[in-house]
């Protein structure tokens, strides 16, 4: 992706915190600057697999902002996770997966599929969704397809809901001495452009649209959490985009257990142990340096 701002523009529905959303037009922006000054930037873990023998894991992280195809700077993307999960529920010496999380959520576009990977691969084994921190709007849209979740107990979850945003940078391109200049057939063709203001008939349009993807959402995560959601978040629609916490989400069903990362992967570890020695921890990023290498603890 050679232009940052492509990022903003190139997807209407976002599955994300409001309040992410806007830390995510500065982190492009920041990002472009770093770049250009030559600064290293952050960038999402990848995925790994740990142990030895027949009874490996595979940590699998959703960090950052959450996007199809997108740069690790920006966070985990839709293929990147795929592929992994899809690799670790075909190996048969792969006994656990663990999906890492961190994110405040992201784009729906490859959300629903990479979902459906996520469920498909729960069927066949073990899948984990240990939460550390936040798992938000598309974040827990794959967090729900897990087998079980586990949230750290300062940890939170939840925002389910979608948004669209559109970006107008037509005043900051002023700003530059840009003028963009479009040409198009078709009435519709550009309404969505950046380089204008949103009309009302376009909001008008694709209100459908979103309300349909929110269905689906909710459709979605309860089918997989059943009867483990209070009827409370049956009622609410699971809690109408807000944020729930700790000892919050574990008596709304949104979580299965409340528990730090660190005993979390000690736990990994002595259950995988109990098969096949595992002596290796956990891979460096994603969860506080997963416990620093918990075996050597």
Same mark, same amino acid.
Not at 125 to 144: D, E, F, Q, R
Not at 161 to 178: A, I, N, Q
Not at 244 to 272: C, M, N, P, W
């Given at each position: 992706?050679?232009?940052?701002?492509?990022?903003?523009?190139?997807?209407?529905?976002?599955?994300?915190?409001?309040?992410?959303?806007?830390?995510?037009?500065?982190?492009?922006?920041?990002?472009?600057?770093?770049?250009?000054?030559?600064?290293?930037?952050?960038?999402?873990?990848?995925?790994?697999?740990?142990?030895?023998?027949?009874?490996?894991?595979?940590?699998?992280?959703?960090?950052?902002?959450?996007?199809?195809?997108?740069?690790?700077?920006?966070?985990?993307?839709?293929?990147?996770?795929?592929?992994?999960?899809?690799?670790?529920?075909?190996?048969?010496?792969?006994?656990?997966?663990?999906?890492?999380?961190?994110?405040?959520?992201?784009?729906?576009?490859?959300?629903?599929?990479?979902?459906?990977?996520?469920?498909?691969?729960?069927?066949?084994?073990?899948?984990?969704?240990?939460?550390?921190?936040?798992?938000?709007?598309?974040?827990?849209?794959?967090?729900?397809?897990?087998?079980?979740?586990?949230?750290?107990?300062?940890?939170?979850?939840?925002?389910?809901?979608?948004?669209?945003?559109?970006?107008?940078?037509?005043?900051?391109?002023?700003?530059?001495?840009?003028?963009?200049?479009?040409?198009?057939?078709?009435?519709?063709?550009?309404?969505?452009?950046?380089?204008?203001?949103?009309?009302?008939?376009?909001?008008?349009?694709?209100?459908?649209?979103?309300?349909?993807?929110?269905?689906?959402?909710?459709?979605?995560?309860?089918?997989?959490?059943?009867?483990?959601?209070? *009827?409370?978040? &049956? %009622?609410?629609?699971?809690?109408?985009?807000?944020?729930? =916490?700790?000892? !919050? #989400?574990?008596?709304? +069903?949104?979580?299965?257990?409340? *528990?730090?990362? &660190? %005993?979390?992967?000690?736990?990994?570890?002595?259950?995988? =142990?109990?098969? !096949? #020695?595992?002596?290796? +921890?956990?891979?460096?990023?994603?969860?506080?340096?997963?416990?620093?290498?918990?075996?050597?603890?």
């Amino acid at each position: 992706m050679r232009n940052p701002l492509e990022l903003l523009t190139r997807s209407k529905l976002w599955a994300i915190l409001p309040e992410a959303a806007d830390i995510a037009v500065l982190h492009i922006l920041h990002h472009a600057k770093a770049v250009s000054a030559g600064v290293m930037t952050w960038e999402a873990a990848k995925p790994a697999f740990q142990g030895k023998g027949s009874s490996k894991i595979a940590v699998v992280p959703i960090e950052g902002v959450l996007t199809n195809d997108g740069p690790a700077w920006y966070g985990s993307n839709y293929d990147t996770i795929s592929k992994a999960v899809e690799s670790a529920a075909s190996d048969p010496d792969v006994k656990h997966i663990v999906l890492s999380v961190d994110s405040p959520g992201g784009e729906v576009t490859g959300l629903p599929e990479t979902g459906e990977v996520i469920a498909q691969a729960a069927k066949v084994k073990p899948v984990t969704a240990m939460v550390n921190g936040m798992s938000a709007s598309a974040a827990y849209w794959l967090t729900s397809q897990a087998r079980d979740v586990v949230l750290t107990p300062s940890g939170e979850v939840g925002s389910v809901g979608v948004r669209m945003m559109h970006t107008d940078v037509s005043k900051m391109l002023d700003s530059m001495g840009v003028k963009v200049t479009e040409l198009s057939s078709g009435d519709f063709k550009t309404e969505w452009s950046p380089y204008k203001p949103l009309s009302q008939d376009a909001i008008d349009a694709e209100m459908p649209r979103l309300h349909a993807m929110h269905q689906d959402f909710i459709n979605t995560v309860s089918a997989t959490r059943g009867q483990r959601l209070a *009827q409370q978040m &049956r %009622d609410t629609r699971l809690g109408e985009g807000r944020m729930f =916490s700790g000892k !919050d #989400a574990l008596s709304h +069903g949104l979580v299965d257990k409340l *528990q730090s990362t &660190r %005993d979390f992967y000690k736990s990994i570890v002595s259950e995988q =142990s109990q098969t !096949d #020695a595992v002596t290796n +921890g956990f891979p460096a990023r994603a969860h506080l340096e997963h416990a620093h290498r918990l075996r050597k603890s």
